[in-house]
């Protein structure tokens, strides 16, 4: 997409509410959605507000935030933290863990998912292959293996590794933990349920499924490769080796713990009263995309139906044609022509259709999964906003009460002062009465003048359900005030903090999903010229050998005597 030029901000913007900074990264310029659109999210005033130098900055640049330009800005703090995880294997605290990650970085990323080119009608195969797909043996039965060749000649490396679906599954599920706010590349989905019911027991086994996974699981190898935070991971680097079962591989590195269910939590469900204007416009672009790409593959697969049916129609008539050309002499030569030009349109169709399934199905297929994949990740950081916003509210909420309790507290203390001041200017007291001679326990009654140490009673403690009742009653409102002042007090410094700590994750999470986003996108326009260069030359190839074969059909029709 064309990149456009946002206005420039006025001075007038380093004193904005802070309430337009809670996503400030993402308000500069995206390439994924190029919204021009100003955020307004409230609770903003607990982030930090960015400064004039960094929205002159900012507007320097066509776009801002360019995948390469912000990996060294925002992404690096997640380069380190794989850094670190390598260290766990005894690795130096080096560039690169590794030969194989090196060599990973000294090529361009266009190695990994190289450009067609529309003069030729093969493409450059990628440093990542999966050769074939074999059927293998363990303790648990049998399973198919898949065939992963990673060669990289210029450093004299070449590696051969055999993985099953089930571990491809279990290394995206860990970098899916290990990098919540990346956009994973997908993976083929699992065998459905109508794949099991249609062939009980061979649905893992059928040619036409384990084709499509080999492609597909080729894919996420080297978009992997080519990421530049995911191909950081040694745990990627040993997949790739193949020295190791991925078993052992996991217990080595510790990071077990980080693999990631794909689970939607309450918060993720939650409603935002102030949603951020550009997320929730990424996430209604990224619905129109998945729709437009499901229905486009629906279309092609009935096209692609139509060129198999027509193929096998052309087949049945070649038949004819051939077996007519048998009966009639002078024109056998001109019909078996026909025949065979028929026959080779099959052939050609046949082409067609395997190629355009190739370069241009799969890739939307893939495309659709990748739309789900922007589509939980921006529901992620749904999640973490509700958060975010649960917290302000919940402050605000403690903030009021104990405005509240202060309030009720600083007037109990005002009619306190008052009464006390009344008792001063009052009459004077009177004496007090004579020591009482009964038991400390009985209440005198001298106060009146009726009263004698005869009229005294004794009030016994309660017990049993009685003071049971006598405990729930308040009978020291003040102290019980200044108990839920404090209370009250604590528990906003536990929420300040815990505000604090989402506000950092928020804002990080805004920056780091808006730059991945924008590398999605510029892997993405790639991507399309991809398929649609090998859509326009599938069609190529298909017309070029018609024209030639029918051609030479003409021509030996055109040799008939009338």
């Known amino acids: 997409m064309p990149s456009r030029r946002r206005p420039r901000r006025s001075r007038e913007h380093s004193n904005q509410t802070p309430e337009a900074s809670i996503t400030s990264t993402a308000n500069m310029e995206s390439s994924y959605l190029n919204s021009d659109e100003e955020n307004s999210v409230d609770y903003s005033h607990h982030l930090p507000v960015p400064s004039q130098h960094d929205s002159d900055a900012a507007d320097q640049s066509e776009n801002s935030l360019v995948f390469s330009g912000l990996q060294g800005k925002v992404l690096e703090p997640r380069k380190k933290a794989s850094r670190e995880r390598n260290r766990a294997w005894g690795l130096e605290n080096t560039t690169y863990c590794c030969g194989l990650d090196r060599a990973i970085h000294s090529i361009p990323s266009s190695a990994f998912n190289p450009p067609l080119d529309s003069k030729v009608s093969m493409q450059t195969p990628p440093v990542i292959t999966i050769s074939e797909a074999v059927k293998s043996q363990d303790m648990t039965g049998a399973y198919i ?8 000649p210029e450093h004299q490396l070449s590696f051969e590794a055999r993985h099953r679906y089930s571990e491809f599954d279990s290394l995206r599920k860990l970098l899916l933990g290990l990098h919540p706010t990346s956009v994973i590349p997908p993976i083929p989905e699992k065998h459905s349920v109508a794949n099991y019911a249609a062939k009980p027991g061979k649905a893992k086994e059928d040619p036409t499924i384990i084709e499509k996974r080999k492609h597909m699981l080729q894919s996420f190898l080297n978009r992997v490769a080519a990421h530049p935070i995911l191909n950081e991971e040694h745990v990627f680097h ?16 510790g990071l077990s713990v980080h693999m990631k269910k794909e689970t939607t939590t309450a918060a993720e469900k939650g409603t935002l009263r102030h949603p951020d204007k550009h997320f929730i416009a990424a996430e209604d672009y990224t619905a129109r995309f998945a729709a437009q790409t ?3 593959l629906k279309v092609h697969k009935k096209i692609a139906k139509d060129i198999s049916d027509a193929a096998t129609c052309y087949s049945d008539l070649g038949a004819q044609y051939n077996g007519w050309s048998l009966t009639e002499t002078p024109l056998s030569r001109a019909i078996e022509e026909v025949g065979g030009a028929l026959d080779s349109t099959v052939t050609a169709s046949n082409q067609m259709s395997a190629a355009l ?3 241009f199905a799969d890739a939307l297929q893939e495309y659709i999964l990748f739309s789900k994949t922007v589509e939980k990740l921006l529901r992620w950081r749904h999640g973490k906003h509700v958060e975010f916003e649960t917290v302000c509210d919940s402050l605000i909420e403690k903030q009021n009460k104990l405005s509240q309790l202060e309030a009720s507290e600083a007037e109990a203390q005002r009619l306190a002062a008052v009464l006390n001041a009344e008792g001063a200017l009052g009459s004077a007291p009177q004496p007090l009465p004579p020591p009482s001679t009964t038991n400390p326990t009985t209440t005198s009654s001298s106060a009146s003048p009726y009263s004698s140490s005869n009229t005294s009673t004794t009030h016994p403690k309660p017990t049993g359900l009685l003071a049971t009742l006598n405990s729930l009653i308040d009978n020291d409102p003040e102290q019980s005030r200044r108990n839920a002042i404090s209370k009250t007090r604590d528990r906003i410094v536990g929420l300040q903090q815990q505000r604090e700590q989402l506000q950092g994750q928020l804002v990080s999470a805004n920056g780091e999903i808006q730059s991945h986003l924008d590398g999605f996108q510029m892997d993405k326009v790639k991507d399309l010229r991809n398929m649609l260069v090998g859509y326009a030359i599938a069609k190529r190839e298909f017309h070029k050998k018609c024209v030639g074969v029918w051609r030479e059909a003409k021509g030996r029709v055109e040799e008939i005597r009338t």
């Not at 190791?244 to 591989?249: G, K, N, R, V």
């Open 294 to 296: 499901s229905q486009t």
């Open 357 to 359: 399934e190739d370069r």
């Open 238 to 253: 040993r997949f790739l080796e193949g020295e190791a079962t991925w078993s052992d591989i996991l217990s080595t590195s």
């Open 145 to 152: 293996a898949y065939v992963i060749h990673t060669e990289l």
